[in-house]
C-alpha cells in the first residue's frame, strides 16, 4: 500500500498537483501509525514530501524546519521527486529568508548532522549560508544572482527562487 502511495506522491508531484501529494502523505502517516512500523527511509521521504508541500504553499519557515529534518536515510529512495541536493538547496534556501541569525545557527549551521550531510553536497549553497552568518553579504548575494538562472530551472523552485532572493536580500539589508 505505501509504494503505490508513493508512486501516487511522485505522480502528483510531476502533475504539480501538492494537495493530492498532501493527501497521500497523510494517507501513508496514518498507515504507519496503524501498523506502528516506521522505516527511516519511508519517513524521510515523507518529510521531504512534506517539505515540497510547504515550499509550494509559500510556507517558507515551515518548509525550511521540514527540510531541515530529513534525515540522511532518504538516499537514493526518492529520486524521481526529491535528491539530497535538492533538500540541502531548498531547506537552506528557506531558512536564509525566513530564519532571524540565531536560528539560521541554532539549526542550520550547528543543526542536525543530517542537514549538515545535505549542505555538503551543494558547497555554493553551504558557502551563501556561511557568508550570511559571517555578515559577507555581497558575496553571498552575489553567489545567489550567478545562480538564480540554475535555480529557475529547478522544477519546485522556479515559482519561487525571486521571491526567496528578495526575501534574503531584504534581510541581509536589515
Excluded: W
Aim: hydrophobic share 45%; net charge negative.
Amino acid at each position: 500500500m505505501c509504494c503505490r502511495c508513493f508512486r501516487v506522491i511522485q505522480t502528483a508531484a510531476d502533475q504539480d498537483n501538492f494537495v493530492q501529494v498532501n493527501n497521500h502523505i497523510n494517507k501513508v502517516e496514518n498507515i504507519l501509525v496503524q501498523s506502528q512500523v516506521l522505516e527511516p527511509s519511508v519517513s524521510a521521504r515523507l518529510t521531504a514530501a512534506a517539505g515540497l508541500v510547504l515550499l509550494r504553499s509559500k510556507s517558507y519557515k515551515q518548509a525550511a524546519n521540514k527540510f531541515l529534518q530529513v534525515s540522511t536515510e532518504l538516499g537514493d529512495s526518492f529520486t524521481a521527486v526529491c535528491v539530497a541536493e535538492d533538500v540541502a538547496t531548498y531547506g537552506a534556501l528557506c531558512a536564509l529568508a525566513e530564519f532571524d541569525r540565531e536560528e539560521l545557527r541554532q539549526y542550520v549551521i550547528e543543526g542536525g548532522v543530517s542537514f549538515r550531510n545535505f549542505l555538503e553536497l551543494v558547497p555554493k549553497i553551504r558557502g551563501v549560508v556561511n557568508d550570511i552568518y559571517e555578515c559577507k553579504y555581497g558575496s553571498a548575494l552575489a553567489v545567489l544572482e550567478n545562480m538564480k538562472g540554475e535555480l529557475q530551472l529547478d522544477l519546485h523552485l522556479k515559482d519561487h527562487i525571486l521571491d526567496l532572493i528578495k526575501m534574503i536580500r531584504s534581510r541581509c539589508i536589515v
